[in-house]
Each structure stands twice: as C-alpha cells, then as structure tokens.
C-alpha cells in the first residue's frame, strides 16, 4: 500500500473510533458543565471522584484492549475460534475484576481523606462513587465488546453506541442534577445515576448488536464454561496493558489530588483544564486504536513492511492533530474555559486566571501525549506490553509525579508547576516508548521464532 492508501485506510477505520471516543468524553464533559453551573465545590467533588473512578477503569480496561490485538491478529488468520475465545475470556476477566473493586468505590471516603483532601470535598465525592461505582461492570463489558467490534472493523457501530450514551447521559444529567421535567433535583447524585444509566443502556446496545450481527461468534452460548488457556493468554497481555493505563491514569489523578491540596478553586481550574486536553487527547487514542488493529493484521500476517509504513503514516497523523490543538489552547484558553462557568459566578475570575496558565502547559504536552499514545497503540498490536509498561512506570511514577510534587510545592510553581510535572513524564515516556517501537520491536516482525 502506498502512504495515501494507508492514511485513507486509517482514516476509514481511525475516524469513526476517534467520534467514539469524544462521544465517551462528552458524557464525562457533560457532568463537568452542569455540576460547574450546579457549583464548584460539586465540581470539585466529580473532579476527584472521577480520577478516582477512572484509575480503577483503566486499570480493568487492560482486559479490553488485550482483546483488540488479540482478535485483530486472529481475524488475519482467519481464526474464528479464537476470536470468540479471546472475546468470551475478556468478558470473564472483567467481570472478575469489578466484584473485586468495588469495595474501593464502596468505601472511598478514608481513602480520599488519607490523600489530604478536604473533608466536605471528600464527602461529596464518596457519596457520587457509592452509586456511581455500580457502572464500573457494565463499563468494562462495554470495553471489551466495543475492542472485539472494532478489531474486526465494525467501527462505525462503536461510534452510534458511543453517541447514544452520551445523549441519553445528557438528558438524564438535566433532569435529575437540577430537577427538570418533573424529576427531583439530586445534584452530583443525579449524575452519579445518570452515569449508571448511561453504561447500562450501552452494555445492553452493544450486547444485541454483537449477537445479531456476529451469530457465528456465538459469544454468549455456554458463557459459563471455562477456557483456562485463552484465559491465561488474556491475563497476561492485559495486566500489563492495564498496569500501564494505571501509571500514566495515577499521575493524572495524583495531579487533581495535588491541585486539591492548593483548595477548591485550582481543583475546579485543573478540572475544567483537564477536561479540554482529554477532548483533544481523544483524538490521538481513536488513531492509537486504529493503529493497534492495523498492526495486529500486520502482526498476523507477519508482514514487517506494511507495519513500518503505516505506522509512519498515524504517527503523522497525529503530529498533525496536536499543531492544531497547540494553536487553540494558547490563542482561546479563555473563551473555551468559559464554557464550563456560570457567568455570574464571584469565583470565575479566579478559575478563569488559573485555568488559562494551565491550558498553556497543557499546549506543551500536545506533541508528547500524541507520540506516546501512538507508540503504545503499535507496541500493542505486536503484542508487546511487558516492557512498555516497565517504561510507563519508570515514566510517570519516576519521573512525572516527583516533578509534579517538587515543581508544585517545594519550588513554589502551585498549579503550574504541577503541569510542568505532567509535561516532564508524558515526553520521558514519548521517547522512551517510540525508541522501542522503531529502535527494537519492529525489526523482529516477520523473523523465524
């Protein structure tokens, strides 16, 4: 194929993933606009609620997108029995690890006070993760199915039940936060059950598509029977993976803990900040999982010259993505913060002046949160995870949330500094992963075992 074919091919498969990601993050984007309009200490409680609840996602998430690589190469081969095992042991793996996270998002509250926070923000957001945390199994189903859809290509489906969350999560989110059409006026507990709701309907979606699209799957018969082997081949592609959502998910959810010991005013700043540099990030993972399928056909075919010119083409893709996005943040930091502020609220000028300074670090780390989604999309489609998350640790658990922690409070830098922390591990672990890709793993592609 040449450069064009590839970037049409990237861009048939990339695109719809990409609309599905942002369609994810409106629901989570929609929590932070209404809860900012309901008030900010609510905002700042979903703020540290969600890092909380996202670090346990990720971490289980490693399951799903174990699945993706692993269908995606079988799907090459032709293999529709292992298809369907992997899928089915991807669901097991999930379920197995919600039950043991839940007494964490039961719980909470100790939890978030021993991490400094104070004590009605803590309240607030133990009291959403209660109910919230009932849609962290629907969640990693959904994961699982959505990666098994769209190895096989079937991505424009992922991105329809990608939207129809997120209308139904916008819609329950105005009725039960501020009590319209009839409803009473719950606050962050309306969005704690709208959350719940959301994942519920998408788990039942994506369920009856898989079933009536795909029979020859067959990836509910017999569910209950176990499949030690391809569990155990799932087990050890996915903990790595997840390990690795983990390092670089727990330097985020350390910097929103930090920001919560400067008050809730940084905190609602860094949450709004966050939020857009997710918007823009989701952009990056949807072309990181069109990588990671487009390489596990490469992978299963053993096909090492089709692998390195495609992966040059997404890696430029998202170069191309992130000039752009760098170009918004630093010329409509303030109009964009705007957005998620009531106008006549007395602590908007303050959040407005913060959150315009941490937009511009998170320019900075445009070009690096590309480059080391990208890497880690590749790394995976080859199969590769052990090492990468060596590097992700080392990344941000070494170098990023020391940064953070230094730059923040013993150098004075508050907020911006914190941010600094971020930009520093994201482009350690941007060099380091790509280094791997092109420096070690690709040349063994197509080699004699």
Same mark, same amino acid.
């Given at each position: 194929?040449?450069?064009?074919?590839?970037?049409?091919?990237?861009?048939?498969?990339?695109?719809?993933?990409?609309?599905?990601?942002?369609?994810?993050?409106?629901?989570?984007?929609?929590?932070?606009?209404?809860?900012?309009?309901?008030?900010?200490?609510?905002?700042?409680?979903?703020?540290?609620?969600?890092?909380?609840?996202?670090?346990?996602?990720?971490?289980?998430?490693?399951?799903?997108?174990?699945?993706?690589?692993?269908?995606?190469?079988?799907?090459?081969?032709?293999?529709?029995?292992?298809?369907?095992?992997?899928?089915?042991?991807?669901?097991?793996?999930?379920?197995?690890?919600?039950?043991?996270?839940?007494?964490?998002?039961?719980?909470?509250?100790?939890?978030?006070?021993?991490?400094?926070?104070?004590?009605?923000?803590?309240?607030?957001?133990?009291?959403?993760?209660?109910?919230?945390?009932?849609?962290?199994?629907?969640?990693?189903?959904?994961?699982?199915? $959505?990666?098994?859809?769209?190895?096989?290509?079937?991505?424009?489906?992922?991105?329809?039940?990608?939207?129809?969350?997120?209308?139904?999560?916008?819609?329950?989110?105005?009725?039960?936060?501020?009590?319209?059409?009839?409803?009473?006026?719950?606050?962050?507990?309306?969005?704690?059950?709208?959350?719940?709701?959301?994942?519920?309907?998408?788990?039942?979606?994506?369920?009856?598509?898989?079933?009536?699209?795909?029979?020859?799957?067959?990836?509910?018969?017999?569910?209950?029977?176990?499949?030690?082997?391809?569990?155990?081949?799932?087990?050890?592609?996915?903990?790595?993976?997840?390990?690795?959502?983990?390092?670089?998910?727990? #330097?985020?959810?350390?910097?929103?803990?930090?920001?919560?010991?400067?008050?809730?005013?940084?905190?609602?700043?860094?949450?709004?900040?966050?939020?857009?540099?997710?918007?823009?990030?989701?952009?990056?993972?949807?072309?990181?999982?069109?990588?990671?399928?487009?390489?596990?056909?490469?992978?299963?075919? $053993?096909?090492?010259?089709?692998?390195?010119?495609?992966? $040059?083409?997404?890696?430029?893709?998202?170069?191309?993505?992130?000039?752009?996005?760098?170009?918004?943040?630093?010329?409509?930091?303030?109009?964009?913060?705007?957005?998620?502020?009531?106008?006549?609220?007395?602590?908007?000028?303050?959040?407005?002046?913060?959150?315009?300074?941490?937009?511009?670090?998170?320019?900075?780390?445009?070009?690096?949160?590309?480059?080391?989604?990208?890497?880690?999309?590749? #790394?995976?489609?080859?199969?590769?995870?052990?090492?990468?998350?060596?590097?992700?640790?080392?990344?941000?658990?070494?170098?990023?949330?020391?940064?953070?922690?230094?730059?923040?409070?013993?150098?004075?830098?508050?907020?911006?500094?914190?941010?600094?922390?971020?930009?520093?591990?994201?482009?350690?672990?941007?060099?380091?992963?790509?280094?791997?890709?092109?420096? $070690?793993?690709?040349?063994?592609?197509?080699?004699?075992?």
């Amino acid at each position: 194929m040449t450069y064009g074919a590839h970037a049409r091919a990237v861009a048939v498969l990339g695109l719809p993933l990409v609309g599905g990601h942002l369609a994810q993050f409106a629901i989570g984007l929609t929590d932070t606009v209404m809860l900012g309009w309901y008030g900010v200490e609510a905002l700042a409680a979903v703020t540290l609620a969600g890092s909380y609840f996202f670090v346990l996602f990720l971490l289980g998430a490693g399951f799903g997108w174990a699945v993706m690589p692993m269908v995606a190469a079988a799907a090459a081969e032709e293999d529709e029995t292992s298809i369907r095992r992997a899928s089915r042991m991807g669901l097991w793996l999930s379920i197995l690890f919600s039950a043991g996270v839940m007494p964490l998002l039961w719980w909470s509250r100790p939890i978030l006070l021993a991490l400094g926070q104070a004590q009605e923000v803590a309240a607030l957001a133990s009291e959403y993760l209660r109910v919230a945390g009932w849609g962290m199994l629907p969640a990693l189903l959904v994961m699982v199915l $959505k990666s098994y859809l769209a190895a096989l290509e079937r991505t424009q489906i992922v991105l329809w039940i990608a939207v129809a969350a997120a209308v139904v999560n916008a819609l329950t989110n105005y009725a039960l936060i501020f009590g319209n059409w009839g409803a009473p006026e719950l606050g962050i507990m309306g969005a704690a059950i709208a959350s719940v709701t959301t994942q519920t309907v998408s788990l039942i979606a994506v369920i009856y598509y898989a079933v009536r699209e795909l029979p020859e799957h067959s990836l509910f018969q017999r569910f209950w029977r176990p499949d030690w082997e391809m569990f155990n081949r799932v087990f050890r592609l996915g903990v790595p993976i997840g390990l690795t959502n983990l390092s670089e998910v727990s #330097l985020f959810a350390a910097s929103a803990v930090m920001m919560g010991w400067l008050g809730a005013v940084p905190l609602a700043a860094h949450g709004i900040a966050l939020q857009l540099a997710s918007a823009t990030f989701m952009v990056h993972l949807g072309l990181s999982n069109a990588a990671t399928i487009r390489a596990g056909n490469a992978f299963g075919r $053993k096909d090492r010259a089709h692998l390195a010119r495609g992966a $040059k083409v997404v890696t430029a893709m998202s170069l191309a993505m992130s000039a752009v996005t760098i170009l918004l943040f630093l010329t409509c930091a303030a109009p964009l913060i705007s957005l998620f502020l009531e106008p006549g609220d007395p602590q908007r000028p303050e959040i407005l002046a913060i959150g315009v300074g941490l937009l511009a670090m998170a320019a900075l780390f445009q070009l690096v949160d590309g480059a080391q989604v990208i890497a880690l999309g590749l #790394l995976r489609g080859v199969q590769d995870t052990t090492v990468p998350m060596l590097m992700a640790a080392l990344s941000y658990l070494v170098v990023g949330m020391p940064a953070s922690y230094l730059l923040g409070f013993v150098y004075g830098f508050e907020g911006i500094g914190v941010w600094a922390g971020l930009v520093l591990g994201l482009a350690f672990a941007g060099v380091l992963l790509m280094t791997r890709f092109w420096g $070690k793993v690709i040349e063994r592609i197509g080699l004699p075992a």
